[in-house]
């Protein structure tokens, strides 16, 4: 007796998980739209995806509607616009999860912790949170909370705060929308919209972050953001102390430069 494959094509391709991306041009659409994202150094409307992708408009608003239902692209209502989403984020943070940007900056992190005597930490976005991926524990020092594979509120630290003051305003203003994305451990820190954009518009203007005892009582800490080729922040490093002869001005140099020298091996 033979039977009908559901999907007729299947027969004369068994093999059509290989097949070229051109056969599968919606999941091909799909990926250029988040490419063409992802290189945008602000979100676009989607009449300009259309014309620079050549695609059709009804295509185009179809695609992102189905991004947007999963998170990876987020519509900007007021401004018309489309930007990358969250779950996007959380794929940024799987791949430096899987070595190239910790293996890259795990040296460099290292060797500022050695220069220093303080711990230093590499950490990614990963939606209103950040992700350390890189720690380096200086000894005698005292215990962190920023162990690799924890999260904390973008928010509070120092790490977060010089990514947040990199991404574009609208980014910031779609993954902090009202009161309710604020969490607090200490009591301290920004607890509205419009607290955060005057903390991160410090940030730009210092060119680095900080935050006092916003994670942990009697701890302080400094963190540059790391830049890819579009001036996206892919990354930060810190450092975090309890000592109160040290210089923040110096310390912020340090991370500074550090950060700058794992742009340099990233943009290679």
């Known amino acids: 007796m033979s039977v009908i494959p559901d999907n007729p094509d299947a027969a004369k391709a068994p093999n059509a998980a290989l097949a070229p991306a051109s056969q599968v ?11 063409f994202l992802a290189g945008r150094p602000a979100p676009v409307a989607a009449s300009a995806i259309a014309r620079e992708l050549e695609l059709p408009r009804s295509t185009v608003y179809h695609l992102l509607t189905t991004l947007a239902a999963h998170g990876f692209v987020l519509h900007l209502r007021e401004e018309r616009r489309w930007g990358l989403g969250t779950s996007a984020f959380e794929l940024a943070g799987g791949y430096a999860r899987q070595q190239p940007l910790a293996r890259r900056g795990r040296p460099l992190v290292a060797a500022l912790s050695d220069r220093l005597g303080e711990s230093a930490h590499l950490a990614v976005m990963s939606g209103g949170d950040v992700l350390y991926i890189v720690e380096e524990r200086a000894p005698r020092r005292p215990a962190l909370v920023t162990d690799v594979g924890v999260r904390l509120p973008a928010h509070l630290t120092a790490s977060g705060r010089a990514m947040l003051a990199a991404l574009p305003r609208e980014q910031v203003r779609a993954l902090y929308p009202d009161l309710s ?66 210089d923040e001005n110096l310390l912020a140099a340090a991370v500074q430069e550090c950060a700058a020298m794992l742009e340099a091996r990233l943009k290679r």
Not at 195 to 212: D, H, K, P, Q
């Open 25 to 35: 041009p919606a999941a091909e659409n799909t990926l250029r739209i988040l490419s």
């Open 181 to 246: 994305a604020f969490p607090d451990r200490t009591g301290l820190g920004p607890r509205t919209p419009r607290e955060l954009r005057e903390l991160l518009r410090e940030v730009r203007s210092r060119g680095y972050a900080t935050e006092n005892s916003e994670i942990a009582d009697g701890l302080r800490s400094v963190g540059a953001a790391v830049l890819d080729a579009a001036g996206w922040p892919v990354a930060a490093v810190a450092v975090t102390w309890g000592r109160a002869d040290l």
